[in-house]
């Protein structure tokens, strides 16, 4: 069945870039996506990325994807404390109903 | 709009009782599905539907189980509730499973 992986925490200085980074196995997976969790919150979309590209900017986020490695990532930059949350990747594809969270990564930004 | 609500917020249960939680949005979505969250292993997907009347299962729909007679409503059963249930229950919402989805506050379930 499908699988996500994320690295579980990261820890960067305020004003660093920060990258998550995030595998999955199905080949079949067509739209990937970035979500944020703040604490004691539900999920909000940061971005998206279809499998027919490589990259997507959009102001301090960029989202590389290499489909051959089947990795996604997400780099944020200048990142501030308020980008301090729990990071989760999500695929699915053109040919299924199912939306697939990764782990999560817990970003913490420190003075 | 009020979004994708959920109630309880809070619930504690005794091993065996069952309960319902309450999911609905009114943003006429067709997709909505349930998750769970734990630590360590990420949200992960309990059922799914893709319209009134559809219903499917996630990766872990063991123990619970799902009904989409509206649009709007989504609920989710516990039938005989194990503390292997503890966990925070979201509710999501979106036009397709490929579109944005909305999120709900969660619920948090405590199994004793």
Known sequence: GEDVEQSLFLSVREGDSSVINCTYTDSSSTYLYWYKQEPGAGLQLLTYIFSNMDMKQDQRLTVLLNKKDKHLSLRIADTQTGDSAIYFCAETAFNTDKLIFGTGTRLQVFP | ?112
Request: with cysteine; aromatic share 10%; hydrophobic share 30%.
């Open chain 2, 1 to 112: 709009n009020a979004g994708v609500t959920q109630t309880p917020k809070f619930q504690v249960l005794k091993t065996g009782q069952s309960m319902t939680l309450q999911c609905a949005q009114d943003m006429n979505h067709e997709y909505m599905s349930w998750y769970r969250q734990d630590p360590g292993m990420g949200l992960r997907l309990i059922h799914y539907s893709v319209g009134a009347g559809i219903t499917d299962q996630g990766e872990v729909p063991n123990g619970y189980n799902v009904s989409r007679s509206t649009t709007e409503d989504f609920p989710l059963r516990l039938l005989s509730a194990a503390p292997s249930q503890t966990s925070v229950y979201f509710c999501a919402s979106g036009p397709r499973p490929r579109n944005e989805q909305f999120f709900g506050p969660g619920t948090r379930l405590t199994v004793l």
